[in-house]
């Protein structure tokens, strides 16, 4: 049994509050831990399951599928934009409180995007229903982080994160092949669905707490006054910039370059979603036994791999074994989220939210090079090189943050 008053007060609501509630028992933990995951799942579902069914939302308004894309690019902004913002003005809501306000705002945006009339309408929405994504996953690892022992906290926030990347595995593919069979609006439905489940489970599990004391705007803005806490959003935001350089082109990487058939693209994608997986797993245990070592492990980790990946991916084998080692990639997440805790001191809300900005910022940073070295003729292939020194930056920017967090330490 974990006692709530053995807690870190700076990282979790939930031990501030042990003198009005019990202490959480190994059940109540992992029922809060699967609440918390099915938010997961459904924001990772709702994400990625309008890529694969961009043909169809084009056909349905009338556009062509380049135009159907903005709605992926309306969605990340929301993210980009949404946790921030969000994260501040809510400084003054309990955690539990902004976790079911934040899900309600997702199955409601879903639901709204599947009865869409048109496609300016969709797009606005795609837009409001990513506003939550960040600050979701935010509020989601403190409180994760809160309920165990300092040394497993990175396990504990992998836990929560595992629904992320369950839905590329599972989640995904189901609801891109509902849409498929019946409706693209049927597949937002079953992600408003989930998210409504996730609703009902954090109102069930999630214990109430209270506001931390002292909480307030100007102490969430506090964050951005840190720069350790900008120097670990720029590792993220640079630093895994090249994972999503390859997974941006990766279907025609597999067919244009490895000269692999049509029907091989969905085993490579699953293959990177297992990958995610295993990262998520293993790079969580490994955040326990070194944060630092993991970060920067994983960094040097990827300027070997991508560029492996650059010059053979032409060989279907070495793809393959390169797309799932690309996934695993994945390890650094809960390491990097963990970290936020460590140098947000009391503005953790904000600092753990716009993680997930930096890394939609990565997104967008990858899918962009990606792209220019892909326009200048240098192949799909390439993409590795840029995922490469995207990382070795990423690398660099954490080098400085750890020299810069020693010097002041004087050690």
């Known amino acids: 049994m974990t006692d709530c008053t053995a807690l870190r007060p700076d990282i979790g609501t939930l031990g501030e509050t042990a003198a009005a509630t019990p202490a959480l028992t190994p059940l109540m933990m992992i029922l809060i831990e699967i609440a918390l995951a099915a938010g997961g799942f459904g924001i990772g579902t709702g994400e990625f399951v309008i890529m694969g069914l961009l043909p169809e939302v084009a056909t349905t308004y009338g556009v062509s599928v380049p135009e159907a894309g903005r709605v992926i690019s309306a969605y990340a902004l929301g993210v980009v934009i949404g946790a921030p913002i969000i994260a501040v003005l809510a400084a003054k809501l309990s955690r539990r409180t902004l976790l079911l306000a934040l899900m309600g705002v997702f199955a409601i945006g879903n639901v709204m995007s599947a009865l869409a009339p048109d496609f300016l309408s969709f797009t606005a929405l795609r837009f409001i229903t990513g ?190 074994i390169c797309v799932f080692l690309t996934g695993c990639g994945f390890a650094a997440c809960p390491a990097v989220q963990t970290r936020l805790m460590d140098v947000a001191a009391d503005a953790q809300t904000l600092a753990a939210a716009s993680n997930h900005s930096a890394f939609n910022i990565a997104n967008a940073l990858g899918a962009w090079l990606g792209g220019l070295v892909i326009t200048w003729g240098y192949g799909y292939g390439a993409t590795g090189f840029v995922g490469a020194a995207l990382s070795a930056l990423g690398l660099v920017i954490f080098l400085v943050s750890v020299m810069i967090e020693k010097r002041s330490s004087g050690r």
């Open 131 to 320: 506003l939550p994504h960040g600050a979701y996953f935010g509020v989601a690892a403190l409180v994760a982080a809160s309920m165990v022992p300092p040394h497993r906290r990175a396990r504990a926030v992998g836990r929560v994160m595992l629904g992320l990347t369950i839905a590329t595995l599972i989640g995904t593919p189901i609801a891109t092949l509902l849409g498929q069979m019946m409706s693209w609006r049927a597949a937002f439905l079953m992600v408003g669905a989930i998210a409504v489940l996730t609703v009902v489970l954090i109102a069930l599990y999630l214990p109430k707490d209270k506001v931390a004391d002292g909480a307030s705007i100007r102490r969430e803005l506090g964050a951005f006054g840190r720069l350790q806490v900008w120097l670990t959003l720029a590792v993220a935001a640079v630093g895994f910039g090249g994972m999503f350089s390859i997974f941006s082109y990766i279907a025609k990487t597999t067919t244009d370059t490895a000269g692999l058939p049509a029907s091989m693209v969905a085993i490579v994608l699953a293959l990177f979603g297992i990958g995610m997986n295993v990262g998520n797993v293993v790079g969580s245990r490994m955040a326990d036994y070194s944060l630092k070592g993991t970060i920067g492990g994983m960094l040097a980790f990827n300027v070997v791999l991508m560029s492996i990946f650059s010059l053979t991916a032409h060989d279907p084998v070495m793809l393959c």
